[in-house]
């Protein structure tokens, strides 16, 4: 792969791991002091955290990906171990937005039963959303 192709490609997708991370992570700050009271509180904590650690990988294998492709000369090519991770951190990823989704569905069993069902519906359709959003995109 020449390193001036993906170079944007690595910037973004670090860039949106790592705001997706901090989501997460704020998330998870917020149902911290409420995991105590309950189970669903505690599973979309560890939900929540587990996704912010996904991203967080994805944001440093692609951060500096992209500062390896961005040191090369414009018709460079990247060496075979760093294009051979991004089969691993676009995993990640998914699995990170898959990990947020359902955190955010459980979260709302804390509050009532009707709130847990309408956060799992919506996260239902998110998770439809993304994946059509994704599909083209796939390989």
Sequence with gaps: MKAIVVLEYFRQ???ISS?????????FGVLL???????????????AVAG?????????????AAGV???????????ASIVAQQ????FCLLMGIGLLLASIAVGGWIHSRFMGIATIC????????ILLVLLP???
Excluded at 19 to 27: M, Q
Excluded at 69 to 79: H, K, N, R, V, Y
């Design 137 to 139: 995109f796939v390989h």
């Design 19 to 27: 705001v997706l991370g901090g989501f997460a992570f704020t998330f």
């Design 122 to 129: 919506l996260a239902a359709v998110g998770t439809l959303g």
């Design 52 to 64: 912010s650690i996904c991203f967080l990988v994805v944001t440093l294998g692609m951060t500096f």
């Design 69 to 79: 492709a961005a040191s090369l000369p414009t018709e460079a090519t990247i060496s």
């Design 33 to 47: 002091p409420v995991s105590g009271k309950g189970r669903p509180a505690a599973l979309a904590a560890f939900l």
């Design 87 to 90: 089969t691993a951190l676009s």
């Design 13 to 15: 997708i670090g860039f």
